[in-house]
Protein backbone atom coordinates (compact mmCIF):
# COMPACT_ATOMS: atom_id res chain seq x y z
CA UNK A 1 0.00 0.00 0.00
CA UNK A 2 3.16 2.38 1.11
CA UNK A 3 4.96 1.88 -2.16
CA UNK A 4 2.34 1.40 -4.87
CA UNK A 5 4.68 -1.30 -6.30
CA UNK A 6 3.74 -5.35 -7.10
CA UNK A 7 4.87 -8.37 -4.57
CA UNK A 8 7.39 -9.25 -7.38
CA UNK A 9 8.82 -6.84 -10.07
CA UNK A 10 11.75 -8.24 -12.03
CA UNK A 11 11.70 -5.37 -14.50
CA UNK A 12 13.11 -3.64 -11.38
CA UNK A 13 16.83 -3.04 -10.48
CA UNK A 14 18.62 -5.94 -8.54
CA UNK A 15 17.96 -5.53 -5.38
CA UNK A 16 14.34 -4.58 -5.69
CA UNK A 17 12.61 -7.46 -7.46
CA UNK A 18 11.50 -8.61 -4.39
CA UNK A 19 9.42 -5.86 -2.52
CA UNK A 20 9.79 -7.93 1.31
CA UNK A 21 13.54 -7.91 0.79
CA UNK A 22 13.29 -4.19 -0.49
CA UNK A 23 11.36 -2.46 1.82
CA UNK A 24 11.99 -4.31 5.33
CA UNK A 25 14.80 -2.06 6.24
CA UNK A 26 13.16 0.99 5.62
CA UNK A 27 10.26 0.29 7.78
CA UNK A 28 11.73 0.68 10.94
CA UNK A 29 12.97 3.96 10.37
CA UNK A 30 11.44 7.17 9.82
CA UNK A 31 13.79 9.14 8.38
CA UNK A 32 14.00 6.62 5.89
CA UNK A 33 10.33 5.75 5.95
CA UNK A 34 9.94 8.44 2.82
CA UNK A 35 12.17 6.30 0.07
CA UNK A 36 8.88 3.36 0.67
CA UNK A 37 6.07 5.82 -0.43
CA UNK A 38 4.66 6.23 -3.99
CA UNK A 39 6.14 9.59 -5.27
CA UNK A 40 2.94 9.89 -7.14
CA UNK A 41 1.30 10.61 -3.73
CA UNK A 42 3.23 13.49 -3.98
CA UNK A 43 3.32 14.65 -0.67
CA UNK A 44 -0.84 14.02 0.10
CA UNK A 45 -0.17 11.52 2.65
CA UNK A 46 -0.32 11.85 6.34
CA UNK A 47 3.26 10.78 8.04
CA UNK A 48 1.58 9.32 11.34
CA UNK A 49 -0.65 7.45 9.48
CA UNK A 50 2.38 6.27 6.73
CA UNK A 51 4.44 5.77 9.94
CA UNK A 52 1.77 3.78 12.07
CA UNK A 53 1.23 1.68 8.24
CA UNK A 54 5.26 0.77 8.18
CA UNK A 55 4.83 -0.65 11.84
CA UNK A 56 1.86 -2.27 11.08
CA UNK A 57 3.47 -3.92 7.79
CA UNK A 58 6.77 -4.74 9.84
CA UNK A 59 4.91 -6.74 11.84
CA UNK A 60 3.14 -8.63 9.41
CA UNK A 61 6.77 -9.73 7.74
CA UNK A 62 7.19 -11.11 11.13
CA UNK A 63 9.93 -13.84 10.32
CA UNK A 64 7.65 -15.68 12.99
CA UNK A 65 4.21 -16.25 12.24
CA UNK A 66 2.78 -16.56 15.19
CA UNK A 67 4.15 -12.69 15.72
CA UNK A 68 2.31 -11.81 12.88
CA UNK A 69 -1.46 -9.72 13.39
CA UNK A 70 -4.95 -11.58 12.03
CA UNK A 71 -6.28 -9.97 9.11
CA UNK A 72 -9.18 -8.47 11.44
CA UNK A 73 -6.44 -6.77 13.69
CA UNK A 74 -4.75 -5.20 10.32
CA UNK A 75 -8.01 -4.06 9.38
CA UNK A 76 -9.06 -2.32 12.82
CA UNK A 77 -5.38 -0.94 12.91
CA UNK A 78 -5.78 0.76 9.67
CA UNK A 79 -9.15 1.83 10.06
CA UNK A 80 -8.26 5.48 11.97
CA UNK A 81 -5.31 6.17 9.39
CA UNK A 82 -7.75 7.47 7.21
CA UNK A 83 -8.39 10.38 8.98
CA UNK A 84 -5.05 11.40 10.33
CA UNK A 85 -4.52 15.15 8.51
CA UNK A 86 -0.70 15.74 8.86
CA UNK A 87 -0.11 15.77 5.24
CA UNK A 88 3.59 15.20 4.34
CA UNK A 89 3.76 17.78 1.68
CA UNK A 90 4.61 20.27 4.56
CA UNK A 91 7.41 17.93 6.49
CA UNK A 92 10.68 18.93 5.83
CA UNK A 93 12.03 15.28 5.37
CA UNK A 94 9.53 15.06 2.67
CA UNK A 95 10.68 18.66 0.93
CA UNK A 96 14.22 17.31 1.28
CA UNK A 97 13.76 14.11 -0.12
CA UNK A 98 11.68 15.76 -3.30
CA UNK A 99 14.53 17.84 -3.96
CA UNK A 100 17.24 14.65 -3.89
CA UNK A 101 14.85 13.17 -6.29
CA UNK A 102 14.85 15.98 -8.55
CA UNK A 103 18.51 16.74 -8.28
CA UNK A 104 18.78 12.53 -9.14
CA UNK A 105 16.78 12.96 -12.08
CA UNK A 106 18.49 16.23 -13.43
CA UNK A 107 21.85 13.85 -13.29
CA UNK A 108 20.51 11.11 -15.26
CA UNK A 109 19.83 13.53 -17.93
CA UNK A 110 21.94 13.84 -20.70
CA UNK A 111 21.64 16.49 -22.80
CA UNK A 112 18.73 15.51 -25.15
CA UNK A 113 16.48 14.54 -22.34
CA UNK A 114 17.14 11.01 -22.41
CA UNK A 115 17.24 8.66 -19.56
CA UNK A 116 20.21 5.75 -19.11
CA UNK A 117 17.64 3.69 -19.50
CA UNK A 118 16.60 4.32 -22.83
CA UNK A 119 13.86 6.36 -21.51
CA UNK A 120 13.27 9.93 -22.57
CA UNK A 121 11.44 12.82 -20.66
CA UNK A 122 8.63 15.18 -21.39
CA UNK A 123 6.16 13.07 -23.41
CA UNK A 124 8.41 11.46 -25.91
CA UNK A 125 8.65 7.58 -26.47
CA UNK A 126 10.63 5.19 -24.44
CA UNK A 127 10.98 1.46 -25.79
CA UNK A 128 12.09 -0.23 -22.67
CA UNK A 129 11.62 -4.03 -22.78
CA UNK A 130 11.30 -2.86 -26.53
CA UNK A 131 7.26 -2.05 -25.63
CA UNK A 132 6.97 1.69 -26.78
CA UNK A 133 5.13 3.53 -23.84
CA UNK A 134 4.74 7.55 -23.09
CA UNK A 135 6.58 9.36 -19.86
CA UNK A 136 4.77 12.74 -19.29
CA UNK A 137 6.87 13.49 -15.88
CA UNK A 138 9.31 10.92 -14.76
CA UNK A 139 9.13 11.31 -11.27
CA UNK A 140 5.30 9.94 -11.20
CA UNK A 141 5.41 7.42 -13.94
CA UNK A 142 4.05 4.25 -13.04
CA UNK A 143 5.81 0.96 -14.59
CA UNK A 144 2.92 -0.49 -14.11
CA UNK A 145 0.33 -0.47 -17.44
CA UNK A 146 -3.37 1.04 -16.64
CA UNK A 147 -5.99 -1.80 -16.57
CA UNK A 148 -8.24 -1.86 -20.00
CA UNK A 149 -10.96 -1.78 -17.29
CA UNK A 150 -12.64 1.91 -16.39
CA UNK A 151 -16.12 1.59 -14.96
CA UNK A 152 -15.95 -2.28 -15.07
CA UNK A 153 -15.89 -2.55 -18.76
CA UNK A 154 -13.39 -3.36 -21.15
CA UNK A 155 -12.75 -0.67 -23.48
Known sequence: ?????????????????????WARPYLGEKRRLYRLIDPRLEGNFSIKG????????CHCLSRDP??????????????????LKDMASSSFHYQALQAERSSRQQQLANG?????????????L???????????NISHASPYRQSPRQNGKVS
Do not use: C, F, W
Open 66 to 83: KARPLMSEVVEALRPLLN
Open 112 to 124: NGQLKNGAYLNGQ
Open 1 to 21: MLTGRRSMDKNRPSGEHNLVE
Open 126 to 136: SSKNGRPRVIT
Open 50 to 57: AQKAAQLA
